[in-house]
Every structure is written in structure tokens, then in C-alpha cells.
């Protein structure tokens, strides 16, 4: 059982600031991630968290009992770095056993035994005790870096980019048995990263901080069907979401959109309602990649007129880029397109799909609108 | 503008007067106007192959020819080469205006027609805004631009670039990539991109040469390339995620000829295509592509029920993963959004068209294999 909770922290250094004001609550067994791009504050916070820095203002509680005060070794909280630094001339065994053998945790040998053999189960690594860290796949010494981090029972794990500096086809891979350990282990994590795709892999929570500041904290479904402002839109999905401006026209009795100077678009009636009541005249529309369809005739009268900028397969997908009326629109679609560059193309918007953003960007008004996404189930 | 032709090129260079062969007879033929991207991993002799054509690096044996003049003993500065490199070597005093004009000033070109080609090839670049600014105030992305600028603006036959994008991170380097496509069909110069990065060379190339420890693996389309890789390599290399490879063996059951892992978790028939190559009792390596196996709710030959061991939801997609054995994890790729947990039951259907068959020992594709024995 453990609930961590930080309020009210600031941190720091010289006369920068890294972070302003951060609180959030990490529940029993939940997996944290804090997200963000490099120099976002990340990792500031987590070491604040482990102990290993003070931060200038704010508290941080471990069940509810503020800990602010408590030695980083005294926490109970095991850090996981990138490089697992396990012991080369070690074998497995000895490796997840050196917590337990260590002057200050010392366990009599028989007590050692049974808590490796106990956590080597859950990680599924019995099988390999007796081999030496070079003898072990990328997944397997990851399995070993936290088995000898579980050893000790923690209350929580904290976890800075694990395995974001692997290169992306071991990390795909790494990403899965980290998933697939996560499920046997029920211990609370923090888990810092400033990859995308292992925030909405894994996370039960993501924290997106960005410039020492929280732009919103939600489940993985909620910063990705509805992020917060414009920065979240941003930083999920590649390519990123199309983001441009819009203008509300009014054509009869129907409002529509007017986008690239021109273009006027039908937009679902709820949004129609939202703009009229709320007497906005500009919005911010996004729509990701994969939400706009392509053609080479006008099939109807939402198609936008481009010509193709650029067509970059990438395996299976591809990315289109449309150049319209001087902006770039980005599309993913499969690779074995028929597509010739330079040539004119129409493009069409799914405006269910569409997210709305106030004028500038800071703020969501609508998003995915009659769009009935299966179940709620979006359970990492 | 011209052909480039690399024939029978070698490099031994000498380490502890220990030959080592960087590049072994490699043959490449790119159009003129052709976009070819030289990929594999470090230290695979991609480079030096780049630095053989600028003529940093000398040629052992074989020769290189740019259209019908053969350059090997021609000067770096005669070859008519534009060379950007990843780290930009901008001179950090110059404005990006005199850092792109140094080359025509070195060749005495008068200064009317320097500004005249600085401010066209700054306008191809999106950098004319830049021109007066010193490369320290610059981001990546801009000083790749001026890097790039500068390699053009000498009208070079041959445009080389020496992996232009590694230095920008993520979201930057993917808008370089679509600018240097866009600015290769604008251009129209014959241009070779070195590159350890398989996505960067299947988006910018019209054709990639495969290289692996010297030797040329596979040149073709990046299409060619990621649905007909010739042998295991290849197959691992290009895609991402990763091909699925892992070990089968060829068994008879109800006279018909059958695929499956050691453990039987995967079984079904062999395809058709296959069938001539394929002999009882032997092991191969089957790959197959995440995004070549989908998610079905009716049996026939192709597919497997399974259970989920992990599932991923990554918005634009979501990944299945499966456990084959200890080591091995099968992953399927689906743009469709479905919704699993650890332990559902799948059934997943493998496209029979698009298996990938190796030979256990050369890695060889098996119809490949055959052919050359």
C-alpha cells in the first residue's frame, strides 16, 4: 500500500526556475507517468520525489505522512535508471541478492534465497540465476535491474527513462515486456519519460509537464482524445496533429468554418450550438493524420483543393504531405498509394474527428464530437 | 546532373597491418536525378563509400564515375560534389550569407551573380530571413538548411549528404525529412544520403542500397525492400516495429505440409508459393510483418487462436503482443483501435501472401536460397 502526493512544489536552480507550482496525487498501484519534452523538469521532480533533492517550496507525503524530512535510503522508494547497472562478475542470482546482502538491509542467507527466488518468479527469470549480465538479452537484464530494485520491497518505484535511449525497434519490444512485468508487480510507479508512445502504452495516469508546469494530468484516453490545449495535441501522435485556424462564417442559416482563407466546411450541429453560444468567431482546429481522407476528384463539398508536397513511405504507412493555400497538412496512409508528386489532390476533413481549440490554443472546447469510441476501455 | 556509377569499389584499410575490408566490390548504378539512400548499421562501410565519391578517402580498387568522366584520381574540389555533413561545420564568425557565398568567392565568381544565386537558393531553402544572421543564433534545423544551401549552391552534379538529420531530435527531423524530399523534386539533383536510420532512407529514397559489414545486401525500392527483403538481414532491418522471425519446422500432418514452432503455439499450412522449397523435416526462419497479421473472428488455414499477453493502445494504432517462448515475442500492429487485456483470446490470421521464408543457415530467402545452390 503506498499513495504518493507532492503539493505545492517549487524547485530552483541559480536563478532558473524548473519548476513552478507542481501537485498532483499518484494513487496505491498506480502507474505515473510524468511526460514532457527534454528540459521540461522531469526528472527535477522525480529526484525531489526519491529524496536526492530539496525542493524550495511544497511537501511531498508518502501515505498521507509528509516525508520531506526523511533521507532519500530511508524512503522506501527504489529508483530504476536507464542502464540497470548491474554487477558484470555477479551472477543473476548474486545480482538481485546484493540489496539484501548490503550492510545496512543485511538478510540472513536463507531469507536471501527465498526473497530472489520469490521475485525471480514474478519476472520470470528463475530460469536464468545462475548466468552472468552478459550472458542475458537486452529484456532480460532489464528484468534483473528491477528485480534487484523489487528486492527490497519498496513502496514505490521510481523510474527515469528506462529504456528511451534504446534504439526504436528494442524499444518496442522493451516496451512490452515492461508491460508484461508491470502486470505481475502491483507496486506504485513513477515513471518519468518524454516518449509518447510509452506514456499511452503504459501509463494508468500521464502527467504532461512542459516548462516546470503541469499542462494537464489525465488517463491515457483523456490527453488523447481530449487534450487540454494545444501543447498536448502536439506532443501525442507522429506526425503531429494538423493544427490550423479556422473563422466561423455564417452561410444561410448554417454556421461554417472557413479555413485555409477561403474554404467554407459544414461542421456538426453541436459545434455549431457551442460557437453560437459562446459567440467565438475564430477557433483553432485540429485533426490528426490518420483523420483525413484523400481522393482526386471533388467527391463532395468539404474537399480542399492541394497539390502533393511530399510522400515519405515509412513501411507499411506513409506520410502524405498536401501543400493548401500555403500551409502543410499532413496525412498517414498506406504506402502503396499511387501517388505523383506535385500532382492536385483534395483533401477531406472528417469534422467528427476534428479537435476545437479557443483562438489561441489554450484552451479545448470540443472534441471528437458523435464519435462513439468503443468502450470505455482504454485499461493500460 | 548525371549518373553516379560505383563499379567493383573496394576499401582494405589497415589496422595493426591487418587488412580489414570496409567496402567489398560494391556496384551501384543511380540516375540521374535519383534520390539513393546507402543504409546499415555502424561501421558497415557506408561512409567511407560516401567519402569515396567526394574524394575523402581514397579508392582501392574499382572505379567511380560521375556521367562518362571517371573521378577517381580527381580532386575533392573537381568533382563538381555538393557535400552537407551531419555535424554543419558552419564558420561560426560569417553570416549564413557569406557562409553559403564562400565557395563562389573562392572561385572568384563576381559578387552580383554570388548575391544572385545566394538569394535564389535561400528562397528554395525558406532562408532568406536568415541570411544576416550569424549560424550561433540559428536552431538545428535552420543550420542543416544553410549546411544544405551551401552544398547546392556550387550547381554540383552530385548532391551527398551524410546523415543530414541525426543531430535534429524528433519532431524537427521529421519536418527536415519531408523539406529535404520536397527539396529533392525541386532540385532534381542525383543525391546519395548516408543513413543508419531505415525509416529516414524509406522516406526520402526512390531506391536504398542495403549494406551490411561491406557488403551490398539488397538495392531496390524502399517498397522492394520492405515487402521482398533478399535474406534475414535485410528483413530485421527494415521496418519498425521489427519483422516477427522466429524458428519453425516443416512437418507432414494429414499429408499436407505444415509450419510450426517448437512448441506448437503457431501452426498452419504452408502457402502455396512456398511449397516447392520447402522439405519436411527441415527448420527455417518465418518472418512475417506486425502489420501482415490481423485480428479475425473465423478459422481457415491461416489463422492461430491465441491469447493476449500484452496490449498496447497508442492512439494512432494498437500493438498485440503475443508470448511465443521465453525469448520471443510475436507482435501484431493494427490500425484499427481494438481493445484487449492480458489473457483474451485472439484468433489472428497470418497473410499467407506475405510470409517470409529463410534459409536457417545463409539467412538466405529460401526461393533465393535454392536458386543459388
Request: net charge neutral; charged share 30%; hydrophobic share 40%.
Amino acid at each position: 500500500m503506498a499513495n504518493v502526493r507532492v503539493e505545492g512544489i517549487k524547485k530552483s536552480f541559480k536563478k532558473e526556475t524548473v519548476l513552478s507550482d507542481i501537485s498532483f496525487e499518484v494513487k496505491d498501484k498506480e502507474f505515473f507517468v510524468i511526460f514532457g519534452p527534454a528540459g521540461a523538469g522531469k526528472t527535477t521532480l522525480l529526484n525531489i520525489i526519491a529524496g536526492i533533492y530539496v525542493p524550495d517550496e511544497g511537501h511531498v507525503y508518502l501515505n498521507n505522512k509528509c516525508i520531506d524530512h526523511v533521507e532519500p535510503e530511508d524512503r522506501n522508494v527504489a529508483m530504476v535508471f536507464e542502464d540497470y547497472a548491474l554487477y558484470p562478475h555477479l551472477t543473476v542470482f548474486d545480482n538481485i541478492a546484493s540489496p539484501l546482502r548490503s550492510p545496512r538491509y543485511k538478510q540472513p542467507e536463507e531469507v536471501v534465497k527465498r526473497e530472489v527466488t520469490r521475485v525471480a518468479e514474478i519476472l520470470k527469470i528463475d530460469w536464468l540465476l545462475d548466468r552472468n549480465p552478459s550472458e542475458l538479452s537486452n529484456g532480460q537484464r532489464q528484468r534483473v535491474g528491477l528485480g534487484r530494485a523489487l528486492i527490497r520491497s519498496p513502496e514505490v518505484f521510481l523510474m527515469d527513462e528506462p529504456i528511451t535511449h534504446l534504439d526504436a525497434k528494442l524499444r518496442h519490444q522493451m516496451r512490452a515486456e515492461l508491460k508484461d512485468m508491470q502486470r505481475n508487480l502491483d507496486t506504485t510507479t513513477i515513471y518519468v519519460t518524454h516518449d509518447y508512445l510509452e506514456a499511452l502504452s503504459l501509463a494508468d495516469r500521464i502527467a504532461v509537464i512542459n516548462k516546470g508546469k503541469i499542462e494537464q494530468i489525465g488517463t491515457p484516453e483523456e490527453i488523447y482524445y481530449k487534450p487540454a490545449n494545444e501543447f498536448v495535441a502536439s506532443a501525442f501522435g507522429e506526425p503531429e496533429i494538423n493544427i490550423f485556424n479556422a473563422e466561423v462564417v455564417k452561410e444561410n442559416t448554417e454556421l461554417k468554418l472557413s479555413i485555409f482563407g477561403r474554404k467554407k466546411i459544414k461542421i456538426p450541429k453541436n459545434i455549431q450550438k457551442l460557437v453560437a453560444e459562446k459567440e467565438i468567431s475564430i477557433v483553432r482546429v485540429g485533426i490528426r493524420p490518420k483523420d483525413i481522407k484523400y481522393g482526386f476528384i471533388q467527391k463532395n463539398e468539404n474537399c480542399i483543393i492541394g497539390k502533393v508536397y511530399s510522400f515519405e513511405p515509412l513501411g507499411a504507412k506513409a506520410i502524405l504531405t498536401v501543400q493548401v493555400h500555403n500551409q502543410l497538412v499532413q496525412l498517414l496512409v498506406p504506402s502503396d498509394s499511387e501517388i505523383q508528386l506535385n500532382q492536385e489532390i483534395f483533401i477531406e476533413i472528417d469534422m467528427e474527428k476534428t479537435i476545437f481549440f479557443d483562438s489561441v490554443g489554450n484552451n479545448l472546447l470540443a472534441s471528437y464530437s458523435n464519435v462513439e469510441r468503443k468502450g470505455v476501455a482504454w485499461q493500460n | 546532373m548525371a549518373e553516379l556509377i560505383l563499379k567493383d569499389v573496394c576499401k582494405i584499410y589497415y589496422k595493426n597491418k591487418k587488412p580489414v575490408e570496409a567496402v567489398k566490390s560494391l556496384n551501384l548504378k543511380c540516375r540521374d536525378g535519383e534520390f539513393v539512400a546507402l543504409l546499415g548499421p555502424s561501421g558497415c562501410g557506408k561512409s567511407t563509400t560516401l567519402r569515396m565519391i567526394a574524394g575523402l578517402e581514397d579508392i582501392t580498387s574499382g572505379d567511380i564515375y560521375i556521367g562518362d568522366r571517371r573521378i577517381n584520381d580527381l580532386h575533392p574540389k573537381d568533382r563538381n560534389i555538393g557535400l552537407a555533413f551531419e555535424n554543419y561545420a558552419l564558420y561560426p564568425p560569417l553570416t549564413v550569407y557569406d557562409n553559403i557565398g564562400f565557395n563562389l568567392r573562392a572561385k572568384k565568381i563576381p559578387e552580383k551573380q554570388i548575391k544572385e544565386e545566394i538569394h535564389k537558393i535561400a528562397e528554395l531553402l525558406d532562408i532568406t530571413d536568415l541570411l544576416d544572421m550569424k549560424p550561433a543564433a540559428l536552431s538545428g534545423g535552420q543550420k542543416q538548411r544553410v549546411n544544405i544551401a551551401r552544398a547546392l549552391i556550387r550547381r554540383p552534379e552530385v548532391l551527398l549528404l551524410d546523415e543530414p538529420l541525426s543531430h535534429l531530435d524528433g519532431k524537427v527531423r521529421q519536418k527536415m525529412r519531408t523539406e529535404i524530399k520536397h527539396l529533392h523534386t525541386e532540385i532534381n539533383c542525383t543525391t546519395i544520403i548516408v543513413t543508419h536510420d531505415q525509416l529516414e532512407a524509406m522516406a526520402l529514397a526512390d531506391r536504398i542500397a542495403v549494406i551490411n559489414q561491406g557488403v551490398l545486401q539488397q538495392f531496390g525500392t524502399p517498397l522492394e525492400v520492405f515487402n521482398n527483403p533478399v535474406n534475414e538481414f535485410v528483413a530485421g532491418f527494415i521496418g519498425e516495429p521489427p519483422m516477427n522471425i522466429f524458428n519453425v519446422v516443416a512437418i507432414m500432418e494429414n499429408g499436407i505440409l505444415h509450419f510450426k514452432t517448437e512448441n506448437s503455439l503457431i501452426k498452419f499450412v504452408v502457402p502455396e508459393k512456398y511449397i516447392r522449397f520447402v522439405k519436411e523435416g527441415e527448420k527455417y526462419r518465418f518472418g512475417i510483418r506486425p502489420t501482415d497479421i490481423t485480428v479475425c473472428r473465423e478459422d481457415d488455414s491461416y489463422t492461430v487462436k491465441t491469447k493476449v499477453s500484452v496490449f498496447e493502445n497508442l492512439g494512432e494504432e494498437c500493438r498485440i503482443h503475443i508470448r511465443l517462448d521465453n525469448d520471443n515475442i510475436l507482435s501484431v500492429v493494427s490500425s484499427e483501435i481494438f481493445h484487449f487485456k492480458y489473457g483474451d483470446e485472439i484468433k489472428l490470421k497470418f497473410n499467407p501472401e506475405r510470409i517470409h521464408i529463410f534459409d536457417c543457415k545463409t539467412g538466405q530467402r529460401i526461393e533465393k536460397a535454392l536458386q543459388m545452390t
